[in-house]
């Protein structure tokens, strides 16, 4: 894990609604070194910035100042369209409400972000098939998500996430909406892939997820409160 993947340089993100309004400090000067391959929580009680992070980390918002780097380049300085591409090139999420469309069945849910990417559709169409195959799906390929149950959605919300090979997967309490088996399977699949060397960061504020990853980022106050390396963390 020598490569860093990502570079958090003294982030400030600062919300005024209007001149008069004081400033909220959602981020306050954090700095976070990514390496390649690690396997991150980030946790913080409600309002301590931990989903203003995840937000910038995955390119759905810029810093109010500070540097953002992925792969050596800097996004925070990135434009909209260039800032989407870079989201849709490095960037694999996975939501908590799993976020599929309904209309479109398994198959075709997974091809969306190589969709925005120009791919042609048969080559769309073998990375959707290979990727469902990985996450154990492929006999639902022509299902809808209202055929699938919970756990199946969200298998099917992380083979949408790896379909385009990212450099980074970024999962906001992704075994928030499913029961404790459910989710420990979704967990295991999660140990899976890093174990296959894919740099994941979780927001999460169930301790017992955080046990799982390598490290954890605590956030308080907009600030980092502690960065600690786990004891029982997999290589």
Known sequence: MS????????VYKIYQKNKDAPAVHALDGV??????????????????GKSTLMNILGCLDRPTKGDYLIDGT????????????I??????????????????TILENVQVPLFYQAIPKHERIKAAEETLAKVGL???LTHRPS??????????????ALVNKPSILLADEPT?????????DILNMFDDLHREGLTI??????????????????????????????????V
Do not use: W
């Open 31 to 48: 700095s976070v070194n990514i390496p390649e391959g690690q396997y991150l929580a980030i946790m913080g009680p409600s309002g301590s």
């Open 138 to 140: 492929s006999d639902r």
């Open 3 to 10: 490569n860093t993947v990502a570079v958090i340089n003294d």
């Open 87 to 104: 989201r849709g090139q490095k960037l694999g999420f996975v939501f908590q409400a799993f976020n599929l469309i309904p209309q479109l």
């Open 201 to 234: 960061i979780m927001v999460t504020h169930d301790e017992s997820v955080a046990d799982r990853c390598q490290r954890v980022i605590r956030l308080k106050d907009g600030k980092l409160d502690r960065d600690e390396m786990m004891q029982k963390a997999s």
């Open 147 to 160: 055929q699938l149950s919970g756990g199946q959605m969200q298998r099917v919300a992380i083979a949408r």
């Open 176 to 184: 928030g909406n499913l029961d404790s088996k459910t989710g420990t």
């Open 74 to 85: 800097n996004v925070a300085v990135m434009n909209d369209e260039d800032l989407s591409q």
